[in-house]
């Protein structure tokens, strides 16, 4: 499956933004969903998963309250609503599908398929 993020960009801490994840190439129910981020100098960290149905999310400690991941699988497309954004938010977000995973594999970045990014910035 490809996937391609959008919806990033440059916005004051407290403010929001929605990334979108558009999949194509593959039967979107069939994946387990996560966004992942990367700030310079650090390591690429997870943020959120979602199940194959909707039904489970986890979140990572630091955006938890904050972010909220969603799917619609009839559009092929998973979300992150981020609302009370942090400038430590700032960093390049990545959707991935993963089948087959565990949750602690696919927390870890365990996932087969990656989109390219997208950049997020917080300005303080």
């Known amino acids: 499956v490809q996937l391609q993020a959008s919806g990033g960009g440059l916005v004051q801490a407290g403010g929001c933004l929605r990334l979108s994840c558009g999949g194509s190439g593959g039967t979107f129910s069939f994946y387990t969903l996560g966004w992942f981020r990367q700030a310079p100098g650090k390591e690429r960290e997870f943020a959120a998963l979602i199940s194959r149905s909707g039904d489970t999310t986890y979140y990572a400690d630091s955006v938890k309250g904050r972010f909220t991941i969603s799917r619609d699988n009839a559009k092929s497309t998973v979300y992150l609503q981020m609302n009370s954004l942090k400038p430590e938010d700032s960093a390049v977000y990545y959707c991935?599908?993963?089948?087959?995973?565990?949750?602690?594999?696919?927390?870890?970045?365990?996932?087969?398929?990656w989109g390219e990014g997208t950049q997020v910035t917080v300005s303080s």
């Open positions: 991935a599908a993963g089948t087959g995973t565990t949750i602690t594999q696919a927390m870890k970045g365990g996932m087969h398929y």
